[in-house]
Antibody, heavy 123, light 107 residues
Framework: QVQLVESGGGVVQPGRSLRLSCAAS????????MHWVRRAPGKGLEWVAA????????YYSESVKGRFTISRDNSNNTLYLQMNSLRAEDTAVYYC????????????????WGQGILVTVSS | SYVLTQPPSVSVAPGKTASITCEGK??????VHWYQQKPGQAPVLVTY???VRPSGIPERFSGSNSENTATLTISRVEAGDEADYYC??????????FGTGTYVTVL
């Protein structure tokens, strides 16, 4: 079955960088779009970024655009999120999620989710 | 940006029916998806395209969508259904939008 395992979280100071990874298994990774979604403490879910199956098309929420970069390595079945210029408001559990398709043009949703990894931005 | 509003909490007795609403402007023209998230666990897709259940999701979970309100209905509620529930749509201007979330308490 689909397995998504996030890693790379931890405590980081404001303004610093962190890179999250998501190891995927149980499906043909190179044929599905992938996402990062986060949940801040006491808050709801927030979509962060998406990347389509071929790694060419990438999309970001306004709250992270220009600071975060999503990428993927289809040869190693791994999704990444490079987070730069981190802020206190980026503190959250970050989830890796699989799209139900290679890419989505409308009516998009999240098919499967990882367990999440905590990122804490604090001095 | 597109906004989805849910009640913060819903309480229901075991064996009864819980209805969770998701309000948005003309949401009936969009496809609505619902997720369940138990404390400390990953979200799980419970319905998509308004009312389709993924494999493994009990028939007790059903969805509907009309005009300005989408609804997730949980029939014959069990203790294991206690969780946060989020609705979600895709909007051409706002991308992926989640509702504010509803915590279902089983009394």
């Amino acid at each position: 079955q689909v397995q998504l395992v996030e890693s790379g979280g931890g405590v980081v100071q404001p303004g610093r960088s962190l890179r999250l990874s998501c190891a995927a298994s149980g499906f043909d990774f190179n044929t599905y779009g992938m996402h990062w979604v986060r949940r801040a403490p006491g808050k709801g879910l927030e979509w962060v970024a998406a990347i389509w199956y071929d790694g060419i098309n990438k999309y970001y929420s306004e709250s992270v655009k220009g600071r975060f970069t999503i990428s993927r390595d289809n040869s190693n079945n791994t999704l990444y999120l490079q987070m730069n210029s981190l802020r206190a408001e980026d503190t959250a559990v970050y989830y890796c999620a699989r799209d139900p398709q290679s890419y989505c043009a409308s009516d998009c949703y999240f098919h499967s989710w990882g367990q999440g990894i905590l990122v804490t931005v604090s001095s | 940006s597109y906004v989805l509003t849910q009640p913060p909490s819903v309480s229901v007795a075991p064996g009864k029916t819980a209805s969770i609403t998701c309000e948005g402007k003309n949401i009936g023209s969009k496809s609505v998806h619902w997720y369940q998230q138990k404390p400390g666990q990953a979200p799980v897709l419970v319905t998509y395209y308004d009312s389709v259940r993924p494999s493994g999701i009990p028939e007790r979970f059903s969805g509907s969508n009309s005009e300005n309100t989408a609804t997730l209905t949980i029939s014959r509620v069990e203790a294991g259904d206690e969780a946060d529930y989020y609705c979600q749509v895709w909007d051409s201007r706002s991308d992926y939008v989640f509702g504010t979330g509803t915590y279902v308490t089983v009394l």
